[in-house]
Protein backbone atom coordinates (compact mmCIF):
# COMPACT_ATOMS: atom_id res chain seq x y z
CA UNK A 1 0.00 0.00 0.00
CA UNK A 2 1.54 3.04 -0.89
CA UNK A 3 -0.19 5.54 1.85
CA UNK A 4 -2.81 7.89 1.49
CA UNK A 5 -2.91 9.48 -2.16
CA UNK A 6 -4.93 13.34 -3.21
CA UNK A 7 -5.32 14.54 -6.18
CA UNK A 8 -4.81 16.67 -7.70
CA UNK A 9 -1.67 18.18 -5.49
CA UNK A 10 -2.65 21.77 -6.95
CA UNK A 11 -5.30 23.34 -8.16
CA UNK A 12 -5.98 26.72 -9.01
CA UNK A 13 -9.47 28.04 -10.27
CA UNK A 14 -11.12 31.52 -10.97
CA UNK A 15 -13.75 32.71 -8.53
CA UNK A 16 -17.55 31.18 -8.59
CA UNK A 17 -15.96 27.90 -10.05
CA UNK A 18 -16.81 24.03 -8.68
CA UNK A 19 -13.94 22.41 -7.83
CA UNK A 20 -13.65 18.35 -6.37
CA UNK A 21 -10.98 16.89 -4.91
CA UNK A 22 -10.29 12.62 -4.98
CA UNK A 23 -8.94 10.99 -2.04
CA UNK A 24 -7.87 7.30 -1.80
CA UNK A 25 -7.38 6.28 1.84
CA UNK A 26 -4.87 3.18 2.68
CA UNK A 27 -7.05 0.30 2.21
CA UNK A 28 -7.75 -1.25 5.33
CA UNK A 29 -8.50 1.57 7.10
CA UNK A 30 -12.25 2.34 7.89
CA UNK A 31 -12.33 5.79 8.54
CA UNK A 32 -11.34 9.11 6.53
CA UNK A 33 -11.35 12.31 7.23
CA UNK A 34 -11.39 15.72 5.24
CA UNK A 35 -8.75 18.48 6.84
CA UNK A 36 -8.29 22.35 5.75
CA UNK A 37 -5.25 24.19 6.49
CA UNK A 38 -4.53 28.11 6.03
CA UNK A 39 -1.22 29.52 6.32
CA UNK A 40 0.63 29.60 9.84
CA UNK A 41 -2.29 27.67 11.05
CA UNK A 42 -3.13 24.34 12.46
CA UNK A 43 -5.25 21.84 10.39
CA UNK A 44 -9.15 22.25 11.21
CA UNK A 45 -11.18 19.70 10.54
CA UNK A 46 -13.94 19.36 8.25
CA UNK A 47 -15.44 16.17 8.37
CA UNK A 48 -15.24 12.31 8.46
CA UNK A 49 -16.96 8.93 7.40
CA UNK A 50 -16.32 5.62 8.87
CA UNK A 51 -16.85 3.47 5.62
CA UNK A 52 -19.54 5.15 3.38
CA UNK A 53 -21.11 7.09 6.48
CA UNK A 54 -20.54 10.57 6.70
CA UNK A 55 -20.74 10.84 10.92
CA UNK A 56 -19.81 14.54 11.23
CA UNK A 57 -19.40 17.74 9.63
CA UNK A 58 -17.71 20.69 11.08
CA UNK A 59 -19.71 24.25 10.98
CA UNK A 60 -16.72 25.18 9.17
CA UNK A 61 -18.43 23.40 6.23
CA UNK A 62 -20.45 25.34 4.35
CA UNK A 63 -23.51 24.51 2.42
CA UNK A 64 -21.38 25.25 -0.65
CA UNK A 65 -19.10 22.43 0.19
CA UNK A 66 -19.38 18.78 0.16
CA UNK A 67 -18.30 15.38 0.57
CA UNK A 68 -18.96 11.66 -0.14
CA UNK A 69 -17.47 8.03 0.02
CA UNK A 70 -19.36 5.80 -2.56
CA UNK A 71 -19.02 1.89 -1.50
CA UNK A 72 -16.54 3.45 1.93
CA UNK A 73 -13.66 3.65 -0.02
CA UNK A 74 -11.99 6.58 -2.05
CA UNK A 75 -13.52 10.11 -0.91
CA UNK A 76 -14.44 13.32 -3.03
CA UNK A 77 -14.88 16.98 -1.38
CA UNK A 78 -16.59 18.93 -3.63
CA UNK A 79 -16.66 22.59 -3.41
CA UNK A 80 -18.68 24.81 -5.20
CA UNK A 81 -18.98 28.65 -6.49
CA UNK A 82 -15.43 28.54 -4.38
CA UNK A 83 -14.63 31.97 -2.96
CA UNK A 84 -10.84 33.41 -2.16
CA UNK A 85 -11.33 32.24 1.12
CA UNK A 86 -11.48 28.86 0.32
CA UNK A 87 -8.24 29.00 -0.69
CA UNK A 88 -5.90 26.66 1.35
CA UNK A 89 -5.05 22.68 1.66
CA UNK A 90 -7.01 20.64 1.89
CA UNK A 91 -5.40 17.15 3.72
CA UNK A 92 -7.39 14.25 3.54
CA UNK A 93 -6.29 11.26 6.63
CA UNK A 94 -7.70 7.46 7.36
CA UNK A 95 -7.33 5.30 10.04
CA UNK A 96 -8.00 2.38 11.64
CA UNK A 97 -11.18 1.69 14.40
CA UNK A 98 -8.65 2.16 17.14
CA UNK A 99 -7.56 5.97 18.14
CA UNK A 100 -4.19 5.02 19.24
CA UNK A 101 -2.63 4.91 15.51
CA UNK A 102 -3.48 8.27 15.02
CA UNK A 103 -3.92 9.40 11.64
CA UNK A 104 -2.32 8.45 8.29
CA UNK A 105 -1.96 11.88 6.00
CA UNK A 106 -2.13 12.44 2.41
CA UNK A 107 0.07 15.26 0.93
CA UNK A 108 -2.84 17.30 0.30
CA UNK A 109 -4.13 19.18 -2.10
CA UNK A 110 -3.84 23.24 -2.47
CA UNK A 111 -6.62 25.45 -3.35
CA UNK A 112 -5.83 28.67 -4.76
CA UNK A 113 -8.69 30.61 -5.80
CA UNK A 114 -7.96 33.83 -8.27
CA UNK B 1 -14.11 23.70 23.61
CA UNK B 2 -11.31 21.61 23.69
CA UNK B 3 -8.19 23.16 22.85
CA UNK B 4 -4.93 22.50 21.88
CA UNK B 5 -2.22 25.29 22.72
CA UNK B 6 1.61 25.96 21.02
CA UNK B 7 3.11 29.17 22.54
CA UNK B 8 5.85 29.05 20.44
CA UNK B 9 5.28 29.68 16.48
CA UNK B 10 8.66 29.44 15.99
CA UNK B 11 11.74 27.87 17.39
CA UNK B 12 15.39 28.13 16.03
CA UNK B 13 18.43 25.20 17.42
CA UNK B 14 21.81 24.67 16.22
CA UNK B 15 22.80 21.50 14.98
CA UNK B 16 23.61 18.38 17.34
CA UNK B 17 21.75 20.73 20.32
CA UNK B 18 18.68 19.97 21.94
CA UNK B 19 15.13 21.77 22.03
CA UNK B 20 11.71 21.41 23.29
CA UNK B 21 8.83 22.35 21.99
CA UNK B 22 5.64 22.86 24.14
CA UNK B 23 1.89 22.32 24.22
CA UNK B 24 -0.85 22.65 26.34
CA UNK B 25 -4.54 21.19 25.70
CA UNK B 26 -8.01 21.85 27.53
CA UNK B 27 -10.28 18.35 27.72
CA UNK B 28 -12.41 17.35 30.61
CA UNK B 29 -12.18 13.61 28.99
CA UNK B 30 -9.65 11.41 31.49
CA UNK B 31 -8.69 9.43 29.28
CA UNK B 32 -7.66 10.03 26.25
CA UNK B 33 -4.37 10.14 23.27
CA UNK B 34 -1.89 12.84 22.48
CA UNK B 35 0.49 13.24 19.80
CA UNK B 36 3.61 15.12 17.70
CA UNK B 37 3.29 15.48 14.23
CA UNK B 38 5.88 17.00 12.00
CA UNK B 39 5.29 18.51 8.59
CA UNK B 40 8.19 19.30 6.38
CA UNK B 41 7.92 22.39 3.75
CA UNK B 42 5.67 21.09 0.93
CA UNK B 43 5.40 17.39 2.15
CA UNK B 44 2.69 15.54 4.27
CA UNK B 45 2.49 15.45 7.82
CA UNK B 46 4.00 12.56 9.53
CA UNK B 47 3.74 10.84 13.13
CA UNK B 48 6.26 11.33 15.33
CA UNK B 49 5.56 10.09 18.38
CA UNK B 50 2.32 9.27 20.65
CA UNK B 51 1.43 9.17 24.34
CA UNK B 52 -1.69 7.23 26.04
CA UNK B 53 -2.94 9.86 28.67
CA UNK B 54 -3.25 6.57 31.06
CA UNK B 55 0.39 5.83 30.75
CA UNK B 56 1.98 8.10 32.94
CA UNK B 57 5.80 6.99 31.44
CA UNK B 58 6.84 9.06 28.85
CA UNK B 59 7.33 8.18 25.02
CA UNK B 60 10.41 7.81 24.20
CA UNK B 61 11.41 7.46 19.94
CA UNK B 62 15.20 7.63 19.41
CA UNK B 63 16.00 11.12 19.40
CA UNK B 64 12.30 12.63 20.23
CA UNK B 65 10.51 12.33 23.80
CA UNK B 66 7.91 13.91 25.23
CA UNK B 67 7.66 15.17 29.04
CA UNK B 68 3.81 14.34 29.89
CA UNK B 69 2.33 16.38 33.08
CA UNK B 70 -1.23 15.37 32.78
CA UNK B 71 -2.60 17.03 35.57
CA UNK B 72 -0.69 20.21 34.41
CA UNK B 73 -2.57 19.39 30.49
CA UNK B 74 0.66 19.64 29.37
CA UNK B 75 2.83 17.82 26.47
CA UNK B 76 6.34 18.66 25.16
CA UNK B 77 8.49 17.49 22.88
CA UNK B 78 12.22 17.19 23.20
CA UNK B 79 14.17 16.75 20.37
CA UNK B 80 17.61 15.54 21.12
CA UNK B 81 20.85 16.17 19.02
CA UNK B 82 18.42 18.01 15.98
CA UNK B 83 19.58 17.97 12.63
CA UNK B 84 18.84 20.26 9.80
CA UNK B 85 15.86 17.41 8.34
CA UNK B 86 13.98 17.81 11.70
CA UNK B 87 13.45 21.84 10.32
CA UNK B 88 9.95 21.06 10.04
CA UNK B 89 6.52 22.28 11.19
CA UNK B 90 5.55 20.56 14.43
CA UNK B 91 1.79 20.51 15.52
CA UNK B 92 0.53 18.80 18.43
CA UNK B 93 -2.60 17.05 18.84
CA UNK B 94 -5.15 15.02 21.21
CA UNK B 95 -7.87 12.63 20.34
CA UNK B 96 -10.01 11.25 22.68
CA UNK B 97 -9.62 7.40 23.49
CA UNK B 98 -13.32 6.61 23.63
CA UNK B 99 -17.13 7.46 22.97
CA UNK B 100 -18.03 8.94 19.38
CA UNK B 101 -15.54 11.60 18.96
CA UNK B 102 -13.29 10.23 16.65
CA UNK B 103 -11.73 14.08 15.79
CA UNK B 104 -8.06 14.71 16.07
CA UNK B 105 -7.80 18.51 17.44
CA UNK B 106 -4.57 20.54 16.14
CA UNK B 107 -2.49 23.06 17.87
CA UNK B 108 -1.10 25.85 15.39
CA UNK B 109 2.05 24.50 15.03
CA UNK B 110 5.77 25.44 16.20
CA UNK B 111 8.40 26.16 13.11
CA UNK B 112 11.29 24.74 14.05
CA UNK B 113 14.48 26.11 11.97
CA UNK B 114 17.80 24.04 12.52
CA UNK B 115 21.06 26.26 12.21
CA UNK B 116 24.28 24.50 10.75
Redesign the interface.
Known amino acids: DTG?SQDPRHKITKRGQNVTFRCDPISEHN?L?WYRQTL??????LT?F?NEAQ??KSRLLSDRFSAERPKGSFSTLEIQRTEQGDSAMY?C?S?RAS??D???????TRLTVV | AQTVTQSQPEMSVQEAETVTLSCTYDTSESDYYLFWYKQPPSRQMILVIRQEAYKQQNATENRFSVNFQKAAKSFSLKISDSQLGDAAMYFCARIDSGGSNYKLTFGKGTLLTVNP
Open positions: VRYGQGPEFYQLELASRSGYTFGSG
